[in-house]
């Protein structure tokens, strides 16, 4: 039957599920990470006790830090300055 309207059909896609063995992932990467490293004890047991860097423990004037004191600071310098202003000081 013929008709004014062009219809959309229906859209179609493709799913082929795939068997996944997260004991076997981990198996053929520990498997890889130790096969690549060819190291001797002493040295995988230097790696784990290396000092932490500025990365891994952040400092007290972080980033974040530094901007929460800045931001009290001119918290605390408006209210003074308005207290002063209204002589409730």
Do not use: C, H, W
């Not at 008709?3 to 890889?32: A, C, H, I, M, V």
């Not at 400092?59 to 209210?79: D, K, M, Q, W, Y």
């Amino acid at each position: 039957m013929p008709s004014f309207f062009k219809l959309q059909k229906n859209k179609k896609f493709g799913y082929t599920p795939r068997y996944y063995n997260e004991r076997k992932e981990r198996l053929d990467n520990l498997k890889k990470q130790y096969s690549e490293e060819e190291t001797t004890a002493e040295q995988r047991m230097r790696g784990k006790f290396k000092r932490p860097t500025k990365t891994t423990m952040p400092g007290l004037f972080s980033g974040a830090t530094l901007r929460t004191f800045f931001i009290l600071g001119i918290l605390v310098l408006v209210v003074y300055y308005l207290l002063k202003k209204y002589q409730l000081i």
